[in-house]
Nanobody, 115 residues
Framework: HVQLVESGGGSVQAGGSLRLSCAAS????????MAWFRQAPGKQREEVAR???????VYPNSTKGRFTISLDNAKNTLYLTMNSLKSEDTALYYC??????????WGQGTQVTVS
């Protein structure tokens, strides 16, 4: 089965930056669509960035201009670079992918806290 392991979360002041990593096993990060999601207590899960074949990236209004999703094929790792962080960005962040359908492979999540 596909394995995804997130890292890089932590606490940061508003306006600061973090880079999250998602290391993939038994999966090539360049083969299919990958995305980052987040979920905060009391809020529904939200997609914050997506990258598809051809390195096309998609961002919702909540993260556009601040977050950047990227791949390192040599390390088989997905990244999420987050700049100008706001308190509203506080959440558990997940990476996810698919082998042909919806996003049905998920990591365990990494916590981001912005104060």
């Amino acid at each position: 089965h596909v394995q995804l392991v997130e890292s890089g979360g932590g606490s940061v002041q508003a306006g600061g930056s973090l880079r999250l990593s998602c290391a993939a096993s038994r999966y090539s990060v360049s083969e299919y669509c990958m995305a980052w999601f987040r979920q905060a207590p009391g809020k529904q899960r939200e997609e914050v960035a997506r990258i598809v074949i051809g390195d096309i990236t998609v961002y919702p209004n909540s993260t556009k201009g601040r977050f950047t999703i990227s791949l390192d094929n040599a390390k088989n790792t997905l990244y999420l670079t987050m700049n100008s962080l706001k308190s509203e960005d506080t959440a558990l962040y997940y990476c996810a992918t698919t082998t042909g359908g919806g996003f049905n492979y998920w990591g365990q999540g990494t916590q981001v806290t912005v104060s």
